[in-house]
């Protein structure tokens, strides 16, 4: 899409773990199919609503720790790890962050952080209620130096309320000596939205049938999973 591509704002974007810049979060507005959202490691997230002729920056409100403080809050150049979009209410939308977890509830026009996910802001999966907005998971991880769970414990966070509280989810999970790490595209949840999975970089594969309460494992282990996805 040459309206995006020309965009001398690219020019800013750069790899975000990887040598260059990537898409790897489209949502459609199921209301109107030419209003397109898309999030990108280090660009932001843009929006067109003309089928993409026209593009807008749409990352206002994001912050990135990683940059010079006068660049902190510079749109075009976020880490947004994965962006999900709440299919029931199109206008709400969830961000897994760099650096920390981020929401909106105006079609992207603007982003607040949510500051308080237990136990850590970090992470790359972000999951939201098909009809629910205010209920998302996510699988939090150590930060930049140490990706890996927080005290060894893989743990689902889920909030029922738009962030303003959290619970733990570990029925089912490992308690210790985890090093499983989920990538931007490895948790999931399905139509009902009850079910969820998770797939994990060592190869652990975790199924929920009841929202996150409790989790079973898949008695196998498989190369490290990049994606899971429901048919």
Known sequence: MRGLWDKPERQKWFGGGYEFPAIHSICIDPRD??????????GG???TTDDGQIWEIASIGMFADYMPPNLREDPNIQDPHHMVQCPGSP???WVQHHNGVFRSTNGAQRWEAVPNVPPSVF???VAVHPRDPLTAWFVPAIKDECRVPFD???????TRDGGRSFDVLTQGL??????DL?????????ETGVRLAIGSTTGGLWISENQGDHWT???TRFTPIHAVRFA
């Open 33 to 42: 199919a030419k209003t397109i959202r898309v999030a990108l490691s280090c």
């Open 182 to 190: 989920v990538y931007r595209h490895g948790l999931d949840i399905d």
């Open 123 to 125: 992470g790359f999966g």
């Open 152 to 158: 060894g414990k893989f743990v689902v966070s889920r």
């Open 45 to 47: 997230v843009w929006k």
């Open 174 to 179: 490992p308690a210790s000596d985890s090093y």
């Open 91 to 93: 206008d709400h939308l």
């Open 217 to 219: 494992e898949i008695p």
